[in-house]
């Protein structure tokens, strides 16, 4: 188990890596009212699921939820009838998120730089990878000399 002291290190060194916009929305007293209306009309009235809804707002807002995923989160782990995930997640995305949108594509286009595993190599039809050689390794033995 984590400790929470490291828990919450571990957030503000990824937070001070964030851009400015996005550091304001994530504390914005704004942000919070626009939640809670949009969980007021829809039906989520309790202050814990107000509170994780806003819980996986931030993790959006940090790169960590990817925005596609929002709506199926909200489905799966606050157990919400899918309508209702939809109509909640396409509001949040229309007053929140894309407000924000510049930012958020540098923070997940970072986040996959930095996730991303290249490969080369090819799968044969058994899916069993195949090293390739790189350019400088391979020699091409049909090759003609150009006249």
Same mark, same amino acid.
Do not use: H, Q
């Given at each position: 188990? @984590? &400790? ?17 916009? *996005? @550091? ?10 626009? =939640? %809670?209306?949009?969980?007021? =009309? &829809?039906? $989520? ?5 107000? %509170?994780?809804?806003?819980?996986? $707002? #931030? ?8 925005? /596609? ?14 309508? @209702? ?12 998120? %894309? #407000?924000?949108?510049?930012? !958020? &594509?540098?923070?997940? %286009? !970072? ?5 991303? *595993? =290249?490969?080369?190599?090819? /799968? &044969?039809?058994? #899916?069993?990878? *195949?090293? =390739?050689?790189? @350019? ?9 000399? !150009?006249?």
């Amino acid at each position: 188990m @984590k &400790n929470t002291g490291d828990s919450k290190d571990i957030f503000w060194k990824e937070y001070e890596k964030l851009p400015d916009a *996005i @550091k304001e929305a994530l504390f914005s007293e704004e942000n919070f009212k626009i =939640v %809670s209306d949009i969980c007021e =009309v &829809n039906g $989520v009235t309790g202050e814990d699921s107000k %509170s994780e809804l806003m819980k996986y $707002v #931030g993790r959006t807002l940090m790169g960590k939820l990817p925005i /596609k995923d929002f709506f199926v989160t909200l489905e799966l782990e606050m157990d919400m009838e899918t309508n @209702k995930a939809k109509t909640i997640s396409r509001e949040i995305d229309r007053k929140i998120f %894309s #407000g924000l949108r510049i930012a !958020l &594509n540098k923070i997940y %286009s !970072l986040n996959i730089a930095e996730n991303k *595993i =290249v490969s080369d190599n090819k /799968k &044969n039809k058994d #899916g069993i990878e *195949i090293p =390739v050689p790189s @350019k400088s390794e391979y020699k091409d033995p049909y090759k003609e000399p !150009l006249i």
